[in-house]
């Protein structure tokens, strides 16, 4: 079955950098897309980062620029590069998959919760001001 773990939370100070891992087993890595989500305490599970099978990318308007999503196929290892971190970062991040090139109606859905199946238990971030 698919398992998705996350590593790499902690806790950083303001401006400070983060590189969060997401290694899957239980299916053909490179034939997923994938994304990367978090959740704040009172608040509803937002899209962060999304890449399809081909490697396009996307990425939420709260961390362009300061986010990179990234994989490895041979690894079967999402990565989450998180660099100027602030303290509204602060959430708990997790990854997520699904098969297949892309979701239906494009790369702006690979931030939807509701295109992808498969998810992990997440990562705690948490960044001091």
């Known amino acids: 079955q698919v398992q998705l773990v996350e590593s790499g939370g902690g806790s950083v100070q303001a401006g400070g950098s983060l590189r969060l891992s997401c290694a899957g087993s239980g299916y053909t890595f490179s034939s997923y897309y994938m994304g990367w989500f978090r959740q704040a305490p009172g608040r509803e599970r937002e899209g962060v980062a999304g890449?399809?099978?081909?490697?396009?990318?996307t990425y939420a308007d709260s961390v362009k620029g300061r986010f990179t999503i990234s994989k490895d196929n041979a690894k079967s290892t999402l990565y989450l590069q998180m660099s100027s971190l602030k303290p509204e970062d602060t959430a708990m991040y997790y990854c997520?998959?699904?098969?297949?090139?892309?979701?239906?109606?494009?790369?702006?859905?690979?931030?939807?919760?509701?295109?992808?199946?498969?998810w992990g238990q997440g990562t705690q971030v948490t960044v001091s001001s």
């Open positions: 997520a998959a699904d098969v297949g090139r892309r979701p239906a109606g494009g790369i702006s859905n690979l931030l939807r919760r509701y295109a992808y199946n498969y």
């Open positions: 890449i399809d099978r081909d490697g396009l990318r």
